[in-house]
């Protein structure tokens, strides 16, 4: 044992279990009014009441007081484009008019290495200042792009999942591939960076509109052959979206059949946005154990429809929540998990705020099946930990003089918060905000 890594962080621990029904759901979470974690080589090896870890810390510990702040698992975002950094908060219409008017232009400049290196440092100090510890990205279709995500991702310590998009038309020829080189691209790229240190390889064909039917062969085969990796694209968003994707494969059942005639669905497919989801969809997505992620402030800003999470959890399919950027338009998962509350408060679909940060932790780690790493406080996990301030702002410490319980302190949080109210972020036990 090394006791020089040895780290003691203080303050009030708070980590799930499974989703709160409410506040009265004491046994769906865990909550220590003075806790304390112990960290050791990146890992959480004790965690609980304060004085009963201390006890079991060495003499030469680093002990860090953080009271009064909540200590939390870092927040996941499930679906973010790291090539977009540069064209969020654009003014654009719709889904394919933003693809064509800014994404595809900006995604042109990632065949430059150098370029997609300075990207990638301005991209992970956004999510690091915003308490974001993990994120499942698309980079762009150049394998450089690929590169430059991973390395940044190595350089800092953090548990990433990205992959080369894939996209053989319907788009620029700059940034376009063939099924082929998509393929040995994509592989060539797997064996390089999944399960290098902390990062997870997702094959990602965008969807459907700009893949071929030998790309998502291709795409359907890389699963196959690697069943450890994620599979990430893009579903039923936009009305014009579809109504292309239903002429390009006017064969298959619905949209979601064509990425299951492919073989791309599974417990490890993320799929994005499925606002505008038929009967027969809502069972293949049961029945396949396929994710459905629900990206609030994307959806709103491009006017593509609301996300209707009663009706795919009572369907049975598994649900994540995502910023979306750049079509989404904060890095922040608490400005997210505020505009996805609004969302579905229109649906009368209202979300205790336990429920939410249990979605945006341990909710969306258990939905990229990696809740034994990430996602929780539990003892043996990775030390990755945020630390809250719910008064970080003039409004915020105004509205704290009144606020009487756990439950009232977490949905101004999520009301109000920002990266302001991000006193640290933890990567593998270590302090990472503007480091």
Not at 156 to 185: F, H, I, W
Not at 362 to 389: H, M, P, Q, Y
Request: proline share 4%; net charge negative; hydrophobic share 35%.
């Amino acid at each position: 044992m090394d006791n020089k890594t040895e780290k003691l962080l203080r303050g009030r621990l708070l980590s799930f279990k499974s989703s709160p029904t409410g506040p009265n759901d004491t046994s769906a979470y865990t909550y220590e009014e003075d806790g304390a974690l112990l960290i050791r080589d990146g890992k959480i090896i004790a965690n609980g009441i304060y004085a009963e870890v201390l006890t079991a810390a060495s003499p030469t510990a680093q002990e860090v007081d953080h009271r009064p702040h909540l200590l939390l698992p870092g927040l996941i975002d499930t679906h973010i484009h790291f090539p977009q950094a540069q064209v969020i908060a654009s003014w654009a219409d719709q889904l394919l008019d933003w693809l064509n008017d800014y994404t595809f232009p900006a995604e042109q400049k990632f065949a430059d290495k150098v370029h997609g290196a300075r990207i990638a440092k301005g991209f992970y100090d956004a999510l690091l200042a915003n308490g974001t510890t993990t994120a499942v990205a698309y980079c762009s279709s150049h394998p450089n792009s690929v590169d430059a995500y991973f390395e940044e991702a190595e350089h800092r310590g953090m548990l990433m999942v990205g992959g080369k998009t894939m996209m053989d038309r319907n788009a620029p020829d700059a940034l376009c591939d063939t099924a082929q080189s998509s393929y040995d691209e994509s592989k060539a790229l797997l064996q390089k960076w999944h399960g290098r240190g902390r990062t997870h390889y997702a094959v990602t064909p965008r969807f459907a509109i700009t893949s071929t039917p030998a790309q998502l062969e291709a795409a359907g085969a890389l699963l196959k052959e690697h069943p450890g990796c994620h599979l990430q694209t893009h579903i039923n968003e936009n009305h014009n979206e579809i109504a292309l994707t239903r002429e390009l494969y006017p064969e298959a059942a619905d949209y979601l059949g064509i990425y299951e005639d492919f073989g791309l669905l599974g417990p490890k497919t993320l799929l994005g946005h499925c606002i505008h989801m038929n009967e027969r969809e809502l069972g293949v997505m049961k029945d396949t154990g396929s994710v459905a992620v629900f990206c609030p402030t994307s959806n709103l800003f491009l006017g593509s429809g609301l996300f209707d999470k009663a009706r795919l959890e009572g369907a049975g399919i598994r649900t994540a929540i995502a910023t979306d950027v750049g079509g989404g338009t904060n890095y922040s998962m608490l400005r997210t998990l505020d505009e996805g509350y609004k969302v579905l408060q229109l649906q009368r679909q209202r979300r205790h705020p336990l429920e939410t940060f249990y979605w945006a932790t341990k909710g969306n780690a258990d939905a990229l099946s990696l809740s034994d790493r990430i996602g929780t406080l539990e003892a043996g996990t990775d030390a990755d930990v945020i630390v809250l301030d719910a008064g970080a702002t003039q409004p915020m410490a105004l509205r704290m003089e009144t606020v009487e319980t756990l439950s009232e302190e977490l949905f101004l949080l999520q009301t109000l918060g920002d990266d302001r109210s991000v006193v640290e972020t933890y990567v593998a036990g270590e302090p990472r905000k503007g480091a």
